[in-house]
């Protein structure tokens, strides 16, 4: 089973626009992970946040968690055609490598 | 720094047909990972080594599926025999326990279809 789900399903947006994607899980986390996947370079690790962190930036990439509502987004800022790909979050619960989401189909129009 | 490497990038069998699947991860990756990814969904663990021991199959159909990873480091993964349910991507992964950070690294997958 999923453990974690994003919304929105698919996502369309204009080059130069601000993307944020959502994540919602279950269980207790060690960290969540998000991750990046198109059909040119596989998938591709992006940034990973702890349990005790509540934001976390990379490049143009925000993460934030909220352990009290089990939910995670992640924010790409002015996007470019080059960031069209789906995105997965991933939960590290210690128990199991890692759960992926359904995942967010981000199409960056040029 | 050479990423996981994986092969066939691609394979077509008919069902009830056997298939294998080889990973080599990354130089110095003590864990490796198998995934199996449908269609419009997210990964989804099936096996995961430490060094040539199994760490976690617990969602691994072993009626069917079953892999090795000999000298702790190459690994495949054989399906026998396959069923139409079983196309997919075939995602192997590797990770260091001094980079947790770094995440998992994934190889490009291969695409099996069963028909």
């Known amino acids: ?110 | 720094e050479a990423g996981v490497a994986q092969s066939p990038r691609y394979k077509i069998i008919e069902k009830r047909q056997s298939v294998a699947f080889w990973c080599n991860p990354i130089s110095g990756h003590a864990t490796l990972y198998w995934y199996q990814q449908i269609l419009g969904q997210g990964p989804k663990l099936l096996i995961q080594f430490q060094n040539n021991g199994v760490v976690d199959d617990s969602q691994l159909p072993k009626d069917r599926f079953s892999a090795e990873r000999l000298k702790g480091v190459d690994s495949t993964l054989k399906i026998q025999p396959a069923k139409l349910e079983d196309s997919a991507v075939y995602l192997c992964a590797s990770s260091t326990p001094r980079g947790p950070a770094m995440g998992q690294f994934f190889g490009p997958g291969t695409r099996l279809t069963v028909l």
Not at chain 1, 5 to 16: C, K, R, T, V, W
Not at chain 1, 67 to 89: E, Q
């Open chain 1, 1 to 110: 089973s999923q453990q974690g789900e994003e919304d929105p399903q698919a996502l369309s947006i204009q080059e130069g626009e601000n993307a944020t994607m959502n994540c919602s899980y279950k269980t207790s986390i060690n960290n969540l992970q998000w991750y990046r996947q198109n059909s040119g370079r596989g998938l591709v690790h992006l940034i990973l946040i702890r349990s005790n962190e509540r934001e976390k930036h990379s490049g143009r990439l925000r993460v934030t968690l909220d352990t009290s509502k089990k939910s995670s987004s992640l924010l790409i800022t002015a996007s470019r055609a080059a960031d069209t790909a789906s995105y997965f979050c991933a939960t590290d619960t210690g128990r199991r490598a890692l759960t992926f989401g359904s995942g967010t189909r981000l199409q960056v129009q040029p």
